[in-house]
Protein backbone atom coordinates (compact mmCIF):
# COMPACT_ATOMS: atom_id res chain seq x y z
CA UNK A 1 0.00 0.00 0.00
CA UNK A 2 3.10 2.14 -0.43
CA UNK A 3 2.98 3.08 3.26
CA UNK A 4 6.01 1.77 5.35
CA UNK A 5 4.62 0.91 8.44
CA UNK A 6 6.92 -1.09 10.62
CA UNK A 7 5.57 -0.91 14.07
CA UNK A 8 1.73 -0.54 15.26
CA UNK A 9 -0.46 -1.24 17.67
CA UNK A 10 -4.28 -0.91 17.59
CA UNK A 11 -7.43 -2.68 18.03
CA UNK A 12 -10.72 -3.06 16.53
CA UNK A 13 -13.80 -4.13 18.46
CA UNK A 14 -16.91 -5.98 16.51
CA UNK A 15 -19.72 -3.99 16.52
CA UNK A 16 -22.48 -5.17 14.62
CA UNK A 17 -24.12 -1.38 14.03
CA UNK A 18 -21.01 -0.24 12.76
CA UNK A 19 -20.24 -3.56 10.31
CA UNK A 20 -18.51 -4.93 12.85
CA UNK A 21 -15.92 -2.61 12.59
CA UNK A 22 -15.30 0.36 15.81
CA UNK A 23 -12.35 1.88 16.47
CA UNK A 24 -11.59 2.08 19.93
CA UNK A 25 -8.27 2.83 19.97
CA UNK A 26 -4.98 4.00 17.59
CA UNK A 27 -1.37 3.94 18.26
CA UNK A 28 0.73 4.13 15.30
CA UNK A 29 4.65 4.49 15.80
CA UNK A 30 5.79 5.39 12.18
CA UNK A 31 9.24 5.90 10.16
CA UNK A 32 9.41 9.74 9.55
CA UNK A 33 8.75 9.64 6.35
CA UNK A 34 5.48 7.27 6.50
CA UNK A 35 4.17 9.67 9.67
CA UNK A 36 4.90 12.42 7.20
CA UNK A 37 3.34 10.84 4.39
CA UNK A 38 0.29 9.48 6.37
CA UNK A 39 -0.59 12.96 8.11
CA UNK A 40 -0.36 14.60 4.42
CA UNK A 41 -2.69 12.03 3.18
CA UNK A 42 -4.81 11.51 5.67
CA UNK A 43 -4.87 14.72 7.76
CA UNK A 44 -5.89 15.70 10.41
CA UNK A 45 -7.07 13.08 12.84
CA UNK A 46 -4.47 10.65 11.27
CA UNK A 47 -1.84 12.93 12.61
CA UNK A 48 -3.96 13.26 15.92
CA UNK A 49 -3.25 9.82 16.40
CA UNK A 50 0.27 9.12 15.16
CA UNK A 51 1.71 11.84 17.35
CA UNK A 52 0.20 9.88 19.95
CA UNK A 53 2.40 7.03 19.12
CA UNK A 54 3.29 4.25 21.21
CA UNK A 55 4.80 1.08 19.59
CA UNK A 56 4.77 -2.60 19.63
CA UNK A 57 6.45 -4.87 17.63
CA UNK A 58 4.54 -6.09 13.96
CA UNK A 59 5.08 -10.13 15.62
CA UNK A 60 3.56 -8.79 18.88
CA UNK A 61 0.21 -7.79 16.97
CA UNK A 62 -2.36 -11.08 16.75
CA UNK A 63 -3.16 -12.67 13.79
CA UNK A 64 -6.51 -11.06 13.02
CA UNK A 65 -4.82 -7.56 13.61
CA UNK A 66 -2.29 -8.68 10.86
CA UNK A 67 -4.69 -8.91 8.61
CA UNK A 68 -6.58 -5.88 9.24
CA UNK A 69 -3.36 -4.11 9.06
CA UNK A 70 -3.40 -4.91 5.35
CA UNK A 71 -6.30 -3.38 4.74
CA UNK A 72 -6.02 -0.29 7.08
CA UNK A 73 -5.98 2.56 4.43
CA UNK A 74 -9.85 1.44 3.59
CA UNK A 75 -9.98 1.56 6.93
CA UNK A 76 -8.59 5.19 7.35
CA UNK A 77 -10.94 6.03 4.66
CA UNK A 78 -14.03 4.92 6.73
CA UNK A 79 -12.40 6.54 9.63
CA UNK A 80 -12.72 9.77 8.39
CA UNK A 81 -15.84 9.67 5.87
CA UNK A 82 -17.30 12.96 6.37
CA UNK A 83 -20.55 11.43 8.61
CA UNK A 84 -18.71 8.65 10.52
CA UNK A 85 -20.01 9.51 13.93
CA UNK A 86 -16.62 9.44 15.32
CA UNK A 87 -15.32 12.60 12.89
CA UNK A 88 -18.53 14.01 14.03
CA UNK A 89 -18.05 13.97 17.11
CA UNK A 90 -14.82 15.28 16.84
CA UNK A 91 -16.21 18.36 15.50
CA UNK A 92 -18.52 18.96 18.13
CA UNK A 93 -15.67 18.71 20.87
CA UNK A 94 -13.92 21.24 19.19
CA UNK A 95 -16.32 23.49 18.64
CA UNK A 96 -17.00 23.03 22.20
CA UNK A 97 -13.36 23.71 22.95
CA UNK A 98 -13.80 27.58 24.36
CA UNK A 99 -14.93 26.82 27.78
CA UNK A 100 -11.72 25.14 28.20
CA UNK A 101 -9.45 27.53 30.78
CA UNK A 102 -6.44 28.69 28.65
CA UNK A 103 -3.37 26.45 29.74
CA UNK A 104 -5.78 23.70 27.97
CA UNK A 105 -7.41 25.11 25.04
CA UNK A 106 -4.70 24.45 22.46
CA UNK A 107 -4.11 21.18 23.37
CA UNK A 108 -5.17 18.36 20.66
CA UNK A 109 -8.07 16.12 22.11
CA UNK A 110 -7.91 12.87 21.58
CA UNK A 111 -11.18 10.83 21.36
CA UNK A 112 -11.89 7.35 22.46
CA UNK A 113 -14.77 5.34 22.80
CA UNK A 114 -14.83 3.29 25.82
CA UNK A 115 -16.69 0.18 24.71
CA UNK A 116 -18.78 -2.40 26.85
CA UNK A 117 -21.98 -1.37 28.63
CA UNK A 118 -21.00 1.16 31.17
CA UNK A 119 -23.01 4.67 31.40
CA UNK A 120 -19.42 6.52 32.01
CA UNK A 121 -17.94 8.99 30.37
CA UNK A 122 -14.01 10.36 31.28
CA UNK A 123 -11.49 13.33 30.70
CA UNK A 124 -8.13 13.81 31.68
CA UNK A 125 -4.88 14.51 30.25
CA UNK A 126 -2.23 12.43 28.76
CA UNK A 127 0.80 14.07 28.18
CA UNK A 128 -0.06 17.05 25.45
CA UNK A 129 -2.92 15.43 24.93
CA UNK A 130 -7.02 16.19 26.62
CA UNK A 131 -7.79 12.27 26.64
CA UNK A 132 -11.64 11.89 26.39
CA UNK A 133 -13.13 8.41 26.64
CA UNK A 134 -17.11 7.69 25.51
CA UNK A 135 -19.29 5.32 26.83
CA UNK A 136 -20.09 2.93 23.51
CA UNK A 137 -23.58 3.52 24.22
CA UNK A 138 -23.78 6.65 23.81
CA UNK A 139 -22.29 6.72 20.64
CA UNK A 140 -25.43 7.04 18.01
CA UNK A 141 -27.16 9.73 20.60
CA UNK A 142 -28.08 13.17 19.96
CA UNK A 143 -25.53 15.54 18.64
CA UNK A 144 -26.98 18.18 21.53
CA UNK A 145 -26.00 15.38 24.00
CA UNK A 146 -22.51 15.65 23.01
CA UNK A 147 -22.26 19.26 23.27
CA UNK A 148 -23.58 19.59 26.67
CA UNK A 149 -21.81 16.61 27.33
CA UNK A 150 -18.42 18.28 25.92
CA UNK A 151 -19.31 21.56 27.99
CA UNK A 152 -19.46 19.51 31.27
CA UNK A 153 -16.46 17.76 30.87
CA UNK A 154 -14.04 20.93 30.22
CA UNK A 155 -15.38 22.50 33.06
CA UNK A 156 -14.50 19.05 34.60
CA UNK A 157 -11.01 19.46 32.90
CA UNK A 158 -10.34 23.11 33.82
CA UNK A 159 -11.07 22.38 37.70
CA UNK A 160 -14.00 25.07 37.74
CA UNK A 161 -17.42 24.72 39.58
CA UNK A 162 -20.01 23.20 37.08
CA UNK A 163 -22.29 25.41 36.62
CA UNK A 164 -25.91 24.42 37.45
CA UNK A 165 -27.46 24.94 34.23
CA UNK A 166 -24.76 22.82 31.99
CA UNK A 167 -25.55 19.72 35.01
CA UNK A 168 -29.55 20.10 34.20
CA UNK A 169 -29.22 20.53 31.04
CA UNK A 170 -26.68 17.40 30.61
CA UNK A 171 -28.87 14.92 32.72
CA UNK A 172 -32.18 16.31 30.89
CA UNK A 173 -30.75 15.35 27.68
CA UNK A 174 -29.27 12.11 29.21
CA UNK A 175 -32.62 11.11 30.33
CA UNK A 176 -34.18 11.86 27.18
CA UNK A 177 -32.02 9.92 25.42
CA UNK A 178 -32.32 6.83 27.84
CA UNK A 179 -35.63 7.01 27.45
CA UNK A 180 -35.81 6.30 24.09
CA UNK A 181 -33.27 3.56 23.88
CA UNK A 182 -35.39 0.28 24.37
CA UNK A 183 -32.29 -1.44 26.22
CA UNK A 184 -32.33 1.06 28.90
CA UNK A 185 -36.08 1.40 29.33
CA UNK A 186 -35.51 -1.79 31.38
CA UNK A 187 -33.68 -0.68 33.88
CA UNK A 188 -34.83 2.69 33.79
CA UNK A 189 -37.94 4.16 34.39
CA UNK A 190 -41.31 3.47 36.72
CA UNK A 191 -41.83 0.22 37.62
CA UNK A 192 -44.50 -1.38 39.83
CA UNK A 193 -42.06 -3.17 42.12
CA UNK A 194 -40.73 0.24 43.45
CA UNK A 195 -44.63 1.53 43.81
CA UNK A 196 -45.72 -1.25 45.84
CA UNK A 197 -42.25 -1.07 48.09
CA UNK A 198 -43.31 2.43 48.64
CA UNK A 199 -46.89 1.43 49.57
CA UNK A 200 -45.84 -1.37 52.04
CA UNK A 201 -43.21 1.22 53.98
CA UNK A 202 -45.75 3.90 53.64
CA UNK A 203 -48.04 1.99 55.77
CA UNK A 204 -45.29 0.38 58.32
CA UNK A 205 -43.76 3.19 58.94
CA UNK A 206 -45.41 6.75 58.25
CA UNK A 207 -49.34 5.09 59.01
CA UNK A 208 -49.68 5.67 55.18
CA UNK A 209 -49.63 9.32 55.62
CA UNK A 210 -46.99 10.10 53.21
CA UNK A 211 -47.78 11.53 49.87
CA UNK A 212 -46.91 9.46 47.36
CA UNK A 213 -44.53 11.16 44.64
CA UNK A 214 -43.43 9.82 41.25
CA UNK A 215 -41.00 6.66 42.07
CA UNK A 216 -38.55 5.44 39.40
CA UNK A 217 -35.07 3.61 38.44
CA UNK A 218 -32.61 6.85 37.40
CA UNK A 219 -29.65 6.83 35.59
CA UNK A 220 -29.74 10.27 37.04
CA UNK A 221 -28.89 9.64 40.21
CA UNK A 222 -24.65 10.57 40.75
CA UNK A 223 -22.47 7.54 40.20
CA UNK A 224 -21.80 6.91 43.76
CA UNK A 225 -25.59 8.04 45.23
CA UNK A 226 -27.87 5.91 45.80
CA UNK A 227 -31.02 7.59 44.90
CA UNK A 228 -32.62 11.17 45.55
CA UNK A 229 -35.84 12.83 46.47
CA UNK A 230 -36.40 15.79 44.29
CA UNK A 231 -38.55 18.40 46.15
CA UNK A 232 -39.71 20.34 43.15
CA UNK A 233 -40.51 17.33 41.23
CA UNK A 234 -41.83 15.25 44.19
CA UNK A 235 -40.16 12.65 42.95
CA UNK A 236 -37.79 9.89 44.34
CA UNK A 237 -34.88 8.13 41.86
CA UNK A 238 -33.05 5.18 43.08
CA UNK A 239 -30.14 3.67 41.14
CA UNK A 240 -30.46 1.46 38.81
CA UNK A 241 -27.67 -0.63 40.31
CA UNK A 242 -30.36 -1.82 43.17
CA UNK A 243 -31.78 -3.68 40.90
CA UNK A 244 -29.80 -6.22 40.21
CA UNK A 245 -30.01 -9.65 41.76
CA UNK A 246 -27.36 -9.86 43.98
CA UNK A 247 -28.54 -6.71 45.77
CA UNK A 248 -30.43 -7.93 49.13
CA UNK A 249 -34.45 -6.56 49.39
CA UNK A 250 -33.56 -4.95 52.47
CA UNK A 251 -30.80 -3.03 50.69
CA UNK A 252 -33.38 -1.48 48.57
CA UNK A 253 -35.93 -1.13 51.20
CA UNK A 254 -33.40 0.77 53.19
CA UNK A 255 -32.85 2.89 50.38
CA UNK A 256 -36.10 4.01 49.00
CA UNK A 257 -37.05 4.26 53.10
CA UNK A 258 -34.20 7.16 52.96
CA UNK A 259 -35.56 8.94 50.47
CA UNK A 260 -39.48 8.55 51.73
CA UNK A 261 -37.98 10.01 55.01
CA UNK A 262 -36.96 12.98 53.05
CA UNK A 263 -40.30 13.78 52.45
CA UNK A 264 -41.12 13.14 55.67
CA UNK A 265 -38.66 15.41 57.40
CA UNK A 266 -38.06 18.13 54.83
CA UNK A 267 -34.49 19.95 54.53
CA UNK A 268 -34.34 23.57 55.64
CA UNK A 269 -32.38 26.37 55.97
CA UNK A 270 -29.55 27.20 58.69
CA UNK A 271 -27.02 29.40 58.97
CA UNK A 272 -27.14 29.82 55.18
CA UNK A 273 -26.90 26.25 54.88
CA UNK A 274 -29.36 23.64 53.55
CA UNK A 275 -29.58 21.06 56.40
CA UNK A 276 -30.83 17.74 55.08
CA UNK A 277 -29.25 14.72 57.29
CA UNK A 278 -29.33 16.23 60.93
CA UNK A 279 -29.06 14.22 64.35
CA UNK A 280 -32.96 14.14 64.17
CA UNK A 281 -32.82 12.80 60.63
CA UNK A 282 -30.26 10.27 61.43
CA UNK A 283 -32.48 8.50 64.22
CA UNK A 284 -34.89 8.45 61.90
CA UNK A 285 -33.38 6.76 59.66
CA UNK A 286 -32.02 4.25 62.13
CA UNK A 287 -35.46 3.23 62.60
CA UNK A 288 -35.85 0.79 59.86
CA UNK A 289 -35.54 -2.46 60.89
CA UNK A 290 -32.51 -3.90 58.53
CA UNK A 291 -30.53 -0.33 58.69
CA UNK A 292 -27.61 -1.87 60.32
CA UNK A 293 -27.23 -4.63 58.35
CA UNK A 294 -28.21 -3.13 54.82
CA UNK A 295 -25.43 -0.02 55.86
CA UNK A 296 -22.89 -2.74 56.12
CA UNK A 297 -23.61 -4.64 53.02
CA UNK A 298 -23.90 -1.15 50.88
CA UNK A 299 -20.44 -0.40 52.59
CA UNK A 300 -18.83 -3.40 51.36
CA UNK A 301 -20.49 -4.60 48.36
CA UNK A 302 -21.72 -1.28 46.65
CA UNK A 303 -18.51 -0.04 45.54
CA UNK A 304 -17.37 -3.31 43.51
CA UNK A 305 -21.79 -3.23 41.69
CA UNK A 306 -19.99 0.83 40.99
CA UNK A 307 -16.83 -0.49 38.70
CA UNK A 308 -19.37 -2.69 36.73
CA UNK A 309 -21.35 0.53 36.18
CA UNK A 310 -24.58 1.60 36.19
CA UNK A 311 -26.49 -0.42 34.43
CA UNK A 312 -26.22 -4.76 35.36
ZN1 LIG B 1 -30.56 11.75 51.97
Known amino acids: MGLSFY ?3 YR ?7 QNQLFTDISVGLENGGLALLARKYGAICDRYLRMSRTVAWHELTVASRAALLNIEGWLHWLQGKDHRFVQLQRIFESQRVVLS ?6 PIL ?11 SIKLVGHFILVEISLLTFEWNVQYFEA ?13 IPREILHQFYALQEE ?3 RSPRMAATVGSDPRLERLFDELNHAYFNGKLPKPRIKWSARVGRRQLGYYDQVKHEIGINPLLRHPEVPWYVLENVVYHEMLH ?8 NGRRVQHDRKFR ?4 QYVHFEKARRWIKHHFPQHLKRGWID
Do not use: D, V
Not at 12 to 18: E, H, M, S, Y
Not at 263 to 270: F, G, N, V
Open 12 to 18: ITGIQKL
Open 111 to 121: LKIRPGEKLYH
Open 149 to 161: LARLLFQKLSRRK
Open 177 to 179: ELS
Open 7 to 9: MMR
Open 102 to 107: PRFRKL
Open 283 to 286: ALER
Open 263 to 270: IYYPPYIK
